[in-house]
């Protein structure tokens, strides 16, 4: 992965390259490796050469624990790179991504010698992209996913203060980062704050007093959830029952395909994704539970995951669309695992059968997937408040069997115990 740089950047790399504080994080696996190249292309005063990151992912896309942690590794950063005087200009979670399970700072381009008499320019940026987002999951109860989705910018300290309830609103931490900023931005424009704060007297110290106070905040930040339906689906008997047959069966699509990048697709506890993982390939997991996902993190994967509806995946974002592409496009898989996740979509978001294939199909890839007839016990919960008038045709197993077979060759089948449970290892017919 190529980086180039402005005269600018090639001075502000140079400061960086020689400090002590760059090679022990490079070394450390927090901060991507950069080598820089010895011919120039044309236009560019430097360029580097990077990793290629395996797969990006967005903060929309996290847990609780995945923003906390990068917001921790943000805040150390910077705290060890002021102590060698380099700063980080800007504080935004897309700075940072996760190769296999742990946060990593990509954007050397970010850091810049630290100009003496200068506030901390990203703070701003980090309260509305690290800080509120989390204390809006552990303060208030409210995710916030689909805020920065909406807005990747994060909430303002004045929302903020709106949303906080009157015992949060009066901490000494919501008055410091919250209150006080609040009545700031109503009063002075960032150019006139930052210009007030240099002619104060602001220096390092400073800065490093109060990411510290970040840091102890953050650190004390915790998010209880709910235990949901799904952190507890392997109590379900069909779960521990079909699980080896499972594996058996994805191992067999493994070894036929050989895939490097692998999309488990209502990955649940990443049971699938790891196999795939143990086998050389990239896994994606991919699953709308945010309790089982942050569980899942929390245990140490080094599965790539995130956190989606799969009825509304993160779309594509951005200038032109392009800035951020979506989902699938990100992945590009070679496989793609569809166990336990077919019938929620037929029965429980009611998508009918057959748009459910033409998806599968818009993968372009083998696929593994698990059928579930409506015969199921799983299918009877999910359909008990539903009228037979509402159910869509096509969900028998020859129906849909017969839908699978107009836009894939299916080359393996394997029935489950239960009798209603059927995988089918298919590709698309060329």
């Excluded at 790179?81 to 050397?108: C, H, M, V």
């Excluded at 429980?348 to 593994?368: E, N």
Aim: charged fraction near 25%.
């Amino acid at each position: 992965m190529l980086r180039l740089l402005d005269e600018r950047g090639a001075r502000a790399w140079e400061s960086v390259s020689k400090t002590r504080f760059f090679d022990r994080e490079t070394q450390s696996g927090r901060l991507i490796r950069a080598e820089p190249l010895a011919e120039v292309p044309d236009g560019a005063s430097a360029a580097l050469e990077h990793p290629r990151v395996p797969f990006i992912s967005y903060p929309w896309e996290w847990t609780f624990s995945m923003l906390k942690d990068a917001a921790l590794l943000h805040l150390d950063l910077l705290a060890r790179s002021l102590a060698e005087g380099i700063t980080i200009k800007d504080a935004t979670p897309f700075n940072i991504q996760f190769i296999e399970g742990k946060p990593i700072f990509i954007d050397i381009g970010s850091f810049e010698e630290y100009r003496r008499g200068e506030p901390w320019i990203g703070y701003r940026q980090f309260t509305r992209q690290f800080l509120f987002p989390l204390l809006l999951r552990a303060w208030v109860g409210v995710p916030f996913q689909p805020w920065l989705r909406g807005d990747m910018d994060g909430p303002t300290a004045a929302e903020m203060r709106r949303l906080l309830p009157l015992g949060k609103r009066l901490r000494p931490a919501a008055l410091l980062h919250i209150t006080l900023q609040a009545r700031m931005e109503e009063r002075l424009s960032g150019t006139a704050v930052r210009r007030r704060l240099g002619a104060a007297g602001f220096d390092a110290q400073l800065i490093l007093a109060n990411v510290d106070r970040l840091h102890r905040l953050i650190e004390g930040v915790d998010w209880d959830p709910d235990v949901s339906g799904w952190s507890e689906y392997r109590s379900y008997g069909h779960v521990g029952r079909d699980r080896e047959d499972k594996a058996e069966f994805l191992e067999a699509a493994l070894e036929r395909h050989g895939p490097e990048r692998v999309l488990d697709l209502g990955a649940n506890d990443a049971y699938f994704s790891d196999i795939a993982r143990q086998r050389g390939a990239l896994a994606i997991a991919v699953d709308g539970d945010e309790t089982v996902l942050d569980s899942v993190y929390r245990s140490g994967s080094a599965v790539s995951l995130v956190l989606t509806d799969l009825t509304d995946p993160s779309p594509a974002q951005g200038w032109a669309g392009a800035e951020r592409p979506g989902l699938v496009e990100r992945a590009r898989p070679d496989l793609v695992i569809a166990y336990g996740l077919l019938h929620h979509l037929i029965y429980s978001s009611s998508v009918p059968p057959g748009a459910v294939v033409d998806w599968l199909a818009s993968f372009q890839c083998p696929a593994v997937v698990e059928f579930v007839g409506p015969d199921d016990e799983m299918v009877g919960t999910l359909t008990a408040n539903k009228l037979q008038s509402e159910l869509h045709p096509g969900r028998d197993a020859a129906s849909f069997k017969d839908l699978i077979s107009q836009r894939f060759e299916v080359i393996a089948e394997r029935s489950l115990q239960s009798g209603t449970r059927v995988l089918w290892q298919i590709r698309p017919r060329r």
